[in-house]
């Protein structure tokens, strides 16, 4: 009785975290996308042509399955990863994801060496 309650809950509860899974919000995909035809705007603000195909675009990459990292990554290769608001950390943008730590931490020692010597 015990075991086939248990498989129960676990069946009922495995569903449902497939189903939070595969879930895609096409809004919040659209909030992190920019529009390369209007400067600073996610193409969920612009009204122009490019962000009108870009939505048609993740609507059918939804559609196929793609998850959102997967639409990200596709978009990134497409039209480079200045069109993501928030794009992935790798070789090429890894300097700009670490130097805001170096500066921190050299400035940090400068200006406690400055306060030491002042003493």
């Known amino acids: 009785m015990k075991l086939s309650l248990f498989l ?6 495995l569903k449902f975290t497939f189903a939070a899974e595969k879930t895609v919000d096409p809004n919040q995909i ?6 390369l035809v209007c400067q600073g705007q996610s193409i969920s ?7 009108q195909t870009i939505k048609l675009v993740v609507e ?11 639409i990200y990554l596709f978009m990134s290769d497409k039209y480079g990863d ?4 928030k794009p992935q950390f790798n070789i090429q943008n890894s300097i700009l994801w670490i130097l805001p730590y170096i500066v921190l931490i050299f400035g ?8 030491k010597k002042k003493q």
């Open 30 to 35: 659209h909030k992190n996308l920019r529009c």
């Open 45 to 51: 603000d612009s009204n122009s042509d490019f962000a």
């Open 60 to 70: 059918d990459l939804i559609d196929e399955g793609k998850t959102e990292e997967e």
């Open 8 to 13: 129960i809950f676990y069946i009922f509860f």
């Open 108 to 115: 940090g020692f400068f200006i406690f060496s400055f306060l």
């Open 82 to 85: 200045w069109i993501v608001f």
